[in-house]
């Protein structure tokens, strides 16, 4: 679990080439708020309520205990000021559904 920065995301990003958000975070870090604006400011917002906020486009897909296959969406928390990373959640969920 590790703190990710704006600058650490650009260090990345140029790098690998690559300017996936969800590939330099990793489930349980702590995102910035400089990062976390960011994120929220170039992707689309698909949830924002009290609990949760998601970020982007589907990043995968993943079956529910029903058998229906449903989109999985970057996932983020907020606790006294912080932001958490919780992975690829169903919509309105923070349980991380991805195989990462």
Same mark, same amino acid.
């Given at each position: 679990m590790n703190e990710k920065t704006l600058d650490g995301f650009k260090l990345y990003s140029s790098i690998t080439g +690559? *300017?996936?958000a969800a590939a330099y975070l &990793?489930? *349980?870090d702590i995102v910035s708020n400089?990062?976390?604006?960011?994120?929220k400011h170039?992707? %689309?917002?698909?949830t924002d309520s009290r609990y949760c906020l998601q970020l982007g486009e %589907?990043?995968?897909?993943?079956?529910? %205990?029903?058998l229906h296959l449903k989109p999985l969406y970057m996932t983020?928390?907020?606790?006294k000021g912080a932001w958490r990373f919780h992975g690829?959640?169903?919509k309105n969920e923070i349980i991380d559904k &991805?195989? +990462?």
């Open positions: +690559r *300017g996936d &990793s489930k *349980g400089e990062l976390f604006k960011h994120l170039t992707m %689309p917002l698909i %589907p990043l995968d897909y993943a079956y529910t %205990p029903g983020f928390t907020e606790f690829l959640c169903f &991805s195989w +990462r």
